[in-house]
């Protein structure tokens, strides 16, 4: 007596069943999250150096666009290195599209409340990111909408716009921001247009799969193993 399987006799050694790789915790400080925090923390320091001197002084306000281009800077680079090397945080889930809504909308305000900026350039922009915002969560669990190339492009114009309408521009510069900024306008409300249509269609997508998975089920139950057994006898 060995003890040992008969179907086993003549084997060669059987090797111990081996677990499965632990995942690896992501720290909270990781490079990514770092990123999205100094955006964060950029936000109250832009305000500051927007308004300081009355808000129109040429040197405070290049101090601002300084901290706005770091801040924009700061928003290419961490959610592409929190998905390239596995960085992905519920923080950075929360906290980054935040920090991007706030650094843009923070920066909108200050102009048009210096009456650099009419007021109704800020509310479409602020409207269409607040109303893109709630449209992710109306849809998200039917999937989730791609970044498109019109969003992006959205992104780089905003950026650019209000970057030159940080700064004190005077002449023909003064002239040309205002054309960046309408391009962005457009491009804003064009994106967000397409982003509602991409939604609605997701919507309906997933409403019709549910209704027919839940169909299938009905069937299922209504056929169930007892109808079936009956058929084969």
């Known amino acids: ?20 790789p632990a995942v690896r ?9 770092i990123l999205t925090m100094v955006r964060l923390l950029l936000v109250p320091a832009f305000v500051v150096l927007m308004l ?16 706005f281009t770091v801040a924009m800077i700061t928003d290419l680079f961490d959610g ?5 090397y596995d960085l992905v ?32 350039v800020t509310g479409v922009i602020l409207f269409r990111e607040l109303g893109i915002t709630l449209l992710r969560f109306w849809v998200i669990r039917h999937g989730v909408i791609p970044a498109s190339r019109g969003g992006k492009l959205k992104t780089l114009a ?14 023909p510069l003064a002239t040309l921001r205002w054309w960046v900024m309408a ?16 939604a609605v269609l997701l919507r309906r997508a997933g409403l019709a799969e549910a209704r027919e998975v839940a169909a299938q089920q009905t069937v299922a139950a209504v056929t169930g193993p007892g109808t079936e057994g009956a058929r084969q006898r």
């Open 89 to 120: 945080t519920d923080f950075g889930k929360i906290a980054d599209p935040i920090a991007d809504k706030a650094i843009m909308g923070t920066a909108l305000v200050c102009l048009s409340a210096l009456s650099d900026l009419p007021w109704w």
């Open 80 to 84: 592409e290195l929190a998905r390239r």
């Open 25 to 33: 915790p992501v720290s909270l400080w990781n490079i990514a999250n």
């Open 158 to 171: 905003q950026g650019v716009a209000v970057g030159m309408y940080v700064l004190a521009l005077t002449g």
């Open 1 to 20: 007596m060995t003890g040992v399987p008969a179907s086993a006799a003549g084997r060669g050694p059987v090797a111990a069943p081996t677990s499965a």
């Open 52 to 67: 300081w001197g009355g808000g129109h002084d040429p040197a405070w306000r290049s101090l601002a666009w300084a901290a």
């Open 183 to 198: 391009v962005a306008v457009v491009l804003t409300v064009v994106t967000g247009l397409d982003y509602v249509r991409q």
